[in-house]
Nanobody, 123 residues
Framework: QVQLVESGGGSVQAGGSLRLSCAASGRTFSSYAMGWFRQAPGKEREFVSSITRSGGSTYYADSVKGRFTISRDNAKNTVYLQINSLKVGDTAVYYC????????????????WGQGTQVTVSS
């Protein structure tokens, strides 16, 4: 079992930056692949980024590649999402998620979810 709590969202101008954090409970955090997803009003939850258990491999949606960076600190039970050059289209609730072992793009295969943190980007 793992519990996830996101933080770091807010309202920013286009072109600005934010760093989202996801704090996880439990001593088995390093056994989980982690992902970030986002959901805008009226849209399905979509894949943003993921990272393997040790942090050795990272993956990104095409829409965020080059602007977002995922990382993790297993000693602190925390995964991060650094988001730069924010666009209005990035506005969404951002969710942290965890699943055993292997990363995936499909949100339905992730077992644990945080409550989300709102990112709002204005022009």
């Amino acid at each position: 079992q793992v519990q996830l709590v996101e933080s770091g969202g807010g309202s920013v101008q286009a072109g600005g930056s934010l760093r989202l954090s996801c704090a996880a409970s439990g001593r088995t955090f390093s056994s989980y692949a982690m992902g970030w997803f986002r959901q805008a009003p009226g849209k399905e939850r979509e894949f943003v980024s993921s990272i393997t258990r040790s942090g050795g491999s990272t993956y990104y949606a095409d829409s965020v590649k080059g602007r977002f960076t995922i990382s993790r600190d297993n000693a602190k039970n925390t995964v991060y999402l650094q988001i730069n050059s924010l666009k209005v289209g990035d506005t969404a609730v951002y969710y942290c998620a965890a699943r055993p072992l292997v990363v995936a793009r499909d949100p339905s295969v992730y077992n644990y979810w945080g409550q989300g943190t709102q990112v709002t980007v204005s022009s």
